[in-house]
């Protein structure tokens, strides 16, 4: 299970709309393989989640982990290892909140983006079972986030307010402390 390098912005792959797995895909090896690879990558660079483009695979696949024990994420309820294949996202709840993002493809910046509050996603498991899940603020965020790098889209593309993108060092010093917002590590 060897971390993989992740991709950051700039490269391509980045920006394709990832294909989806046909279902002999699923039960693979290769694909078991590749999101073992997957979760060592995030726990290497710890993220709470990653998407395969992001470590070079164009396919629907993405995982989310938040960790009970996370220090980068005080506060925030654990959210068990799950793969997310071939996901389809519903909103549930268009009401807006924001969360300063960071994300493993877009090093050493944060930024200030507002996302539906409650989503649904519908995906497949490792097992090609059909599964739902409906997901609320913080987690809605997440899911958000991280099923947009299979569509091809960075947080940076959802950033309304250019002047609320930041270098992590300019977000501690000026933005992190901010009455009423969120805040949202990579």
Known sequence: MPIRPVL??????????????????????AL?????????????????GIAAPQVGESVQAAIIEIDVESSRY??????????????RVTVLDPTEQG????????????????????????YLDVDAH???????????????HELDHLQGVLYVDRIRDMTRLATIEDYLRYWRETPGEEHLPD
Do not use: K, Y
């Not at 078991?32 to 709470?48: K, N, P, Q, S």
């Not at 005080?74 to 996901?87: D, W």
């Open 99 to 122: 969360f300063w993002e960071g994300c493993l493809s877009v090093p050493n910046l944060r930024g200030f983006v507002e996302r539906p509050r409650r989503v649904r996603v519908d």
């Open 74 to 87: 005080p506060g925030q309820e654990p959210f068990g290892l799950r793969v997310f294949l071939n996901p």
């Open 32 to 48: 078991r393989a590749l999101l073992d690879d997957m979760v060592e990558t995030m726990h290497h660079e710890e993220g709470i």
């Open 130 to 144: 059909e599964r739902t899940i409906e997901a609320e603020g913080f987690l809605a965020t997440v899911f958000q």
């Open 8 to 29: 950051t912005i700039g490269n391509p792959l980045l920006r394709r709309v990832a294909r989806d797995l046909e279902p002999a895909e699923i039960r693979s090896r």
